[in-house]
């Protein structure tokens, strides 16, 4: 059977994929700091007896778009977006220590101070916890203070310190939760140290930072492009069936 059949066949499939990784960033457009995954396939030589021009087409993930999205003044106070570089921590449920931008923080009946996602807010020395309180102030530094249930209005007491980290760009992965940790080659002995030098806008949140346009645009192009694998793989299967009529009638 004609190669062109199973290269026709490959390069439909990692059209499916690409448009599965853009139709994700387009669903998160407005998912508070999302970072869009980007799509990509290299060319395979086939092994054994071909022409030199075919190639199966083999997809991907160069990695995920790091950029900061535009910061939404919400006027929340537990609501942080970090300015310019660096990372939220929090711990997973598996109990790892991750990575985010969403900074729609919650608090819940135990005090303790949970992501958008329910993960775990880190701080100084763990996660983070609130005792009760009448309200809470996060300053730029990421410290967390808040006025005592009763306590005057004057009284800010200084609870905790978000834990706010900057690891290298290229020792970052995005996991199947969607947020971000260290590549397995390039994980640390202990804890992610935190940088003192990051700082955080309180009442505002992070966008995404996916541009609807142009993930439409290039959900079209892979349409198309999958069409013209799909009519070769045609062309190929009438190939064959012209070339078995030939035989039949020899």
């Avoid at 991750?98 to 958008?116: E, M």
């Avoid at 730029?140 to 290298?168: C, F, H, M």
């Amino acid at each position: 059977m004609d190669k062109a059949l199973y290269i026709g066949m490959s390069g439909a499939k990692q059209n499916m994929l690409a448009q599965r990784a853009h139709a994700n960033n387009l669903a998160n457009v407005a998912t508070t700091g999302f970072k869009k995954d980007f799509a990509q396939a290299r060319s395979m030589p086939v092994l054994g007896g071909h022409h030199p021009t075919r190639a199966y087409a083999m997809t991907e993930r160069p990695g995920t778009d790091q950029s900061a999205g535009a910061l939404m003044e919400t006027g929340r106070k537990l609501d942080v977006a970090i300015e310019g570089e660096g990372w939220l921590a929090i711990q997973n449920e598996q109990g790892k220590e991750v990575f985010t931008r969403s900074g729609s923080l919650q608090v819940d009946v135990n005090g303790l101070v949970r992501s958008a996602g329910g993960d775990l807010v880190l701080g100084n020395g763990g996660p983070v916890a609130l005792p009760p309180f009448d309200n809470v102030q996060i300053g730029a530094d990421g410290t967390i203070s808040i006025i005592p249930v009763g306590g005057p209005p004057d009284q800010l007491v200084e609870v905790d310190r978000l834990k706010l980290v900057n690891p290298p760009a290229d020792a970052l992965e995005k996991g199947l939760d969607g947020n971000m940790q260290r590549k397995p080659d390039q994980a640390l002995d202990g804890p992610e140290p935190p940088d003192a030098n990051l700082r955080v806008a309180s009442g505002f949140l992070e966008s995404s930072n996916v541009n609807a346009v142009e993930e439409m645009i290039s959900n079209l192009q892979l349409s198309r492009q999958y069409e013209m694998q799909v009519k070769v793989m045609t062309t190929a299967n009438e190939n064959s069936e012209a070339t078995a009529r030939l035989l039949q009638n020899l």
